[in-house]
């Protein structure tokens, strides 16, 4: 079954450019004068090297570097605010930076501007094993968290695959192959510090599990891509190691069947912990990447999480939901080098899907849909990359309804360029026309900001107002999320 | 053990005054002419009867009614937008108006003002079952809403003990019961359609289970209380009703082990769907308000939801831990009967502990902590309140660290009201000194301004910011929430 109406869809006014990254005026003066007062404070944390610039304006996309003028190495939280005192005078660009892994051109510096680097803040400043609760600095990793935690029987469960810096995580509410069942760092992050555009620096809350107490600050904070502050501390929510884990992979005759046994898993309640879909692509992809001989069909990837009882019962469940679609091959991973060596192919999915063309540049997409309608847009993916002779291979956190189209792209090719273009506009499109969203978890960042009021018309406005309440001269990351 | 230290601080800086409600002045010119426009526009919709306006101003607390000047009876989202317009080039105040349910003065009109109560508009729009969402004008309230989805084997988890309407549980951020496993109002809402303060409507995004795409304005609107915007649709996640539930009570000889029993459960990760604490004053007051024999010592009630094994598997667990901390008379109720009338008798304590002191008025507390340090502080509470010759009830959601200890106050007694003054200002500092919060779920309303300073200091400058850059002329439901 094949999707019908909006396949054709084009709107001319806000189609994409995927060469087009715009530059922005620079304030030269400031910029001379901000960097001369940074070197004086901040000696040789202050780096203005060109290949440490452009490390620092560097994304592992498609997205041209864009580099700061200068780079501060953080310390500490007064040392953010101190930096961004100096900006503010000089109403110069500051750009937060963590592990760079961000795919939206997020550390990118459109107007030039000084880049913060927190990844020296690196501290986990304290675990409350009894609230199930930490507090972080921004430069601490996902896996860097994961191994300081485990001896404590905690976890902390986001995961978006790159070991990303929690910061960079809180900023772009980052989520991964685990939020359909511990959400998104929205979900995660109990409280912030953050550094605003004038050097103050406030919390938005304690370490109550929940809390009535004004407008929710952590929130509009998280997700906000450095635009209205700077991060410099996180409390945030752990898990206690599940009794059992076990994990699972099934195959399926055809991507559809795969959808809609994630669409019924989900439907039933089933509280997987994980559920990713890799179509036949990136089955190939990486088998041969990661030595694998997984069968070159639709596959899912399931983990479970609970009692030694439970998971043995939505093992179970899963198994007779998946047999309805036609699964085969349901196969549990029993050890846990199995299991993490199936979840390493599956991370490893990107470099895998970028082995598959060697020399192109992989332009991610990030869609996300209501559940009800994933296999017809992922079906309609397919078919519309086809049409458009464009290599597409799918990966999905798919009991989110979230999917990742990554298009395989030779940047010197102006037609397929183009092409990619069309796909990528006409994908957020559809993914919107489903009441859906263009970005599940990548963040708008410069690449997506065409299809933000698309999507969200009005309230567009409402955020530019909060950006110029919170940030007057637009100080705080330009040219990102809004428009203009 | 007694916790020392903070039993005896006081700050007379910031201490609560229990009698006194600010009136603002009145932009007596504005609200002549604004209601003359409404009266024009809307006819009989409009009421300016004195009863009808008390009635929208009267919440069931302790707090005067401060009622509005006139109450439009809004049937669509163009009804609110145009008297939010015509109130707005008057400069006059709005306060949006749902069951009159919350407890902190939020529909007060210490300004005076217009009202619109939006009980009429009372539609659910749409439920996707497959997508596990649902649609809903803001006067749905929670018990409608889960007449309305029984058919379709979902339900709405959020239950906050009154049959409040939606919009005023999203704009207080509400919880209740259940929070421990389903969340918050925080979690539970998709996306909205808010009025703003000039009129615009706005939506906040569409029904993807997870979107990266800008500032999280979903979340910024929920628990704003009516003053950046007013709600009038709310996309909400539901649940399906889970294959098994059971209830289950457990008795313990001090209220020290019953909160030691729920943050042992916490810890290890059961995932209990309810977990309520009612001291002995409460259940002594509940056996007499609703006919109950429970043996008059602390009690847990309890509910368990999951498939038929793994309700079987909470409820043993829990005994094991609840033994440990002499819990005795753990019993589960069978029946769908017995669990409503044990459930009924939860949600008639706030009435059944009124009746324990005819005449006087029950003073709520509402402080939340980090689940460690719950026990210390209900132990403080109880101690404190004994100190003050107080009579002071508690109920918690003891699973989020969240009780209320509820003042029977003499308002007529001005020395008990002094000593209700003195407790109600050291119960919220004691949270905020364990990193809790002053309020967990009932907000901050007119009630509460004084402590939220406290909580959170510089980050309410940046509240009063958002607050006049989308309501320059604090229209919107103005002496809440912010100080001054």
């Known amino acids: 079954m094949r999707p019908q109406g909006f396949l054709r869809r084009t709107d001319a006014v806000w189609r994409w450019k995927l060469t087009k990254i715009a530059e922005l005026p620079r304030n030269e003066a400031g910029l001379a004068a901000a960097l001369e007062e940074l070197s004086q404070v901040f000696g040789d944390n202050l780096l203005t090297g060109q290949a440490i610039r452009e490390q620092h304006g560097h994304t592992t996309t498609w997205i041209k570097t864009q580099a700061p003028d200068g780079v501060v190495m953080a310390a500490s939280t007064e040392d953010v605010a101190q930096a961004v005192r100096i900006c503010a005078a000089h109403k110069v660009p500051v750009i937060a930076f963590g592990t760079g892994t961000s795919l939206e051109g997020h550390v990118n510096a459109p107007a030039g501007g000084i880049c913060i680097d927190v990844m020296q803040m690196d501290q986990v400043l304290e675990v409350n094993a009894g609230d199930l609760d930490c507090r972080v600095q921004p430069g601490v990793t996902r896996e860097a968290l994961n191994t300081h935690l485990r001896d404590q029987g905690l976890f902390f469960p986001i995961d978006p695959g790159a070991n990303a810096s929690l910061g960079g995580m809180t900023a772009t509410r980052a989520s991964g192959t685990n939020a359909v069942r511990y959400g998104t760092m929205k979900d995660n992050v109990l409280s912030l510090e953050v550094v605003m555009a004038d050097g103050r620096v406030i919390r938005t809350g304690g370490r109550a599990r929940k809390s009535s107490a004004g407008y929710d600050l952590t929130r509009l904070m998280v997700g906000s891509e450095g635009t209205l502050g700077i991060i410099t501390e996180i409390t945030l929510r752990l ?53 694998l001989t997984l069968p070159e069909t639709p596959l899912l990837l399931l983990e479970f999480h609970g009692s030694d009882a439970g998971v043995v019962e939505q093992a179970e469940t899963f198994g007779m939901l998946a047999e309805e679609f036609g699964g085969t091959g349901y196969a549990a991973t029993t050890t846990p080098e199995e299991r993490k060596k199936l979840w390493q192919a599956r991370h490893d999915g990107y470099w895998a899907v970028l082995a598959l063309r060697p020399g192109c540049k992989a332009v991610a997409t990030d869609v996300c849909v209501p559940i009800s309608r994933l296999a017809d847009a992922v079906v309609a993916a397919q078919v519309r990359a086809e049409e458009l002779k464009l290599i597409a291979p799918i990966v999905g956190h798919a009991g989110d309804g979230n999917f990742h189209a990554s298009l395989l792209i030779d940047m010197d090719d102006a037609d397929e360029v183009a092409r990619g273009e069309t796909f990528v506009s006409w994908l957020a499109e559809l993914a919107i026309s489903m009441d859906g969203t263009c970005t599940g978890e990548h963040g708008i960042g410069q690449g997506k900001r065409a299809y933000l009021s698309k999507e969200l018309g009005a309230a567009v406005d409402v955020m530019a107002t909060l950006k110029a309440a919170l940030d007057p001269d637009n100080i705080l990351n330009p040219g990102k999320i809004l428009p203009g």
């Open 239 to 291: 898990q206690g190691v599940p009794e059992a884990i076990s994990s699972a992979r099934c195959s399926f005759p055809t991507v559809q069947a795969a959808c809609e046994t994630v669409m019924a898993v989900i439907q039933y309640g089933l509280p997987v912990a994980r559920i990713e879909l890799l179509d036949a692509d990136v089955v190939k992809a990486v088998n041969a990447y990661s030595k």
